[in-house]
Nanobody
Framework: HVQLVESGGGSVQAGGSLRLSCSASGYTYRTYCMAWFRQAPGKEREGLANIDGSGNTAYADSAKGRFTISRANAKSTLYLQMSSLEPEDTATYYC???????????????WGQGTQVTVS
């Protein structure tokens, strides 16, 4: 039973930073592609970044330069370090997993429940 649990969300002032975590269980974490998405009210879910089992990464333009995705395979944990946050970054942030990296579309098989980030 695959389970993804996000944490680290909260409220932050514009210009601040947050680090999100996603704890994974129920599968061989190190072999899976992991990704971060977000969804703001009234908007479609947006892919931010992904990372494969070897550590290769890909970023959406909206995330480049401000967000960093990383993974700790020994801890089965995915991270998203976010800096220079703006009110437009306010959204629910989700982690996702699948055997392969399918770019930044929403076709990933497994999803967490999300963590709220509010930037004011």
């Amino acid at each position: 039973h695959v389970q993804l649990v996000e944490s680290g969300g909260g409220s932050v002032q514009a210009g601040g930073s947050l680090r999100l975590s996603c704890s994974a269980s129920g599968y061989t974490y190190r072999t899976y592609c992991m990704a971060w998405f977000r969804q703001a009210p009234g908007k479609e879910r947006e892919g931010l970044a992904n990372i494969d089992g070897s550590g290769n990464t890909a970023y959406a333009d909206s995330a480049k330069g401000r967000f960093t995705i990383s993974r700790a395979n020994a801890k089965s944990t995915l991270y998203l370090q976010m800096s220079s946050l703006e009110p437009e970054d306010t959204a629910t942030y989700y982690c996702a997993a699948d055997l392969l990296c399918y770019g930044l579309g929403t076709g990933y098989k497994y999803w967490g429940q999300g963590t709220q980030v509010t930037v004011s």
